[in-house]
């Protein structure tokens, strides 16, 4: 296994101390405490949720712009007010020009919505569950996620993570590719076992620098060409 310090090296040399610093600190939210993820209502999880499905496939400025009709739309995101709206009053959203007019994404957030009010049952909070998942299996949280939500399968799930400040990597084309040049990982992961190894993986990398996932994933990226 290649030492992270090796790999750190490789990135200061490619892009430099200030660019590295600059990409963590612009390119994803601020990392966020157990206790700030608590204090988040459950109705600005579920917005994120649905921000995240959107913005897949489009251009992030796009959807950013049209999200406040949508906050609208769906009455601020209160689960328990998406939960109540009927097949008929999802299906109208189609008819508003205001929103990105893709009907399974409208159902997800309504179905997303019943999740959530679920998860707040057995959890107490979205913000709770999230705090407590531990960081040395956070591909268990990817495949958690997937399972209880709509369309947050995939790439999803650890996004809607990174947005709501959850300390997570990412498996980006660029860590991929890291990956197979450093020789820690061959090919791109296919399934729950593979994801298992690179947890492995930035577990060991956490021990060696005591740097948050997220950071790490953010360096890999940057060591190679």
């Known amino acids: 296994m290649v030492a992270f310090a090796k790999i750190e090296k490789a990135a200061l040399k490619r892009v430099g101390a200030k660019e590295l610093q600059d990409r963590i600190k612009t390119r994803m939210p601020p990392l966020?405490?157990?206790?700030?993820?608590?204090?988040?209502?459950?109705?600005?999880?579920?917005?994120?949720?649905?921000?995240?499905i959107f913005r897949a496939g489009l251009k992030h400025e796009m959807v950013d712009a049209k999200w406040p009709a949508f906050e609208k739309a769906f009455h601020r995101f209160?689960?328990?007010?998406?939960?109540?709206?009927s097949d008929e009053a999802i299906e109208?959203?189609?008819?508003?020009?205001?929103?990105?007019?893709?009907?399974?994404?409208?159902?997800?957030?309504?179905?997303?919505?019943a999740a959530m009010i679920a998860l707040a049952d057995e959890k107490g909070g979205c913000g709770a569950y999230l705090a407590a998942w531990p960081g040395e299996n956070i591909v268990g949280l990817w495949d958690d996620l997937a399972k209880r939500f709509a369309h947050?399968?995939?790439?999803?799930?650890?996004?809607?993570?990174?947005?709501?400040?959850?300390?997570?990597f990412v498996l980006s084309d660029w860590v991929v590719k890291a990956l197979n040049e450093w020789g820690a990982f061959e090919g791109a992961p296919k399934g729950k076992a593979d994801r298992a190894k690179i947890q492995a993986l930035f577990n060991e990398w956490a021990k060696e620098?005591?740097?948050p996932l997220a950071h790490l994933s953010m360096t890999l990226a940057a060591s190679v060409d």
């Open 78 to 85: 209160d689960p328990y007010k998406v939960r109540a709206m």
């Open 209 to 211: 620098t005591g740097k």
């Open 92 to 113: 109208a959203l189609m008819k508003d020009a205001r929103l990105i007019r893709h009907l399974g994404k409208l159902k997800a957030v309504h179905a997303n919505a």
């Open 152 to 168: 947050l399968g995939g790439g999803s799930g650890p996004y809607f993570l990174r947005m709501a400040g959850k300390d997570t």
């Open 32 to 52: 966020k405490s157990a206790a700030a993820l608590k204090k988040v209502s459950d109705d600005r999880y579920l917005s994120l949720i649905g921000l995240r």
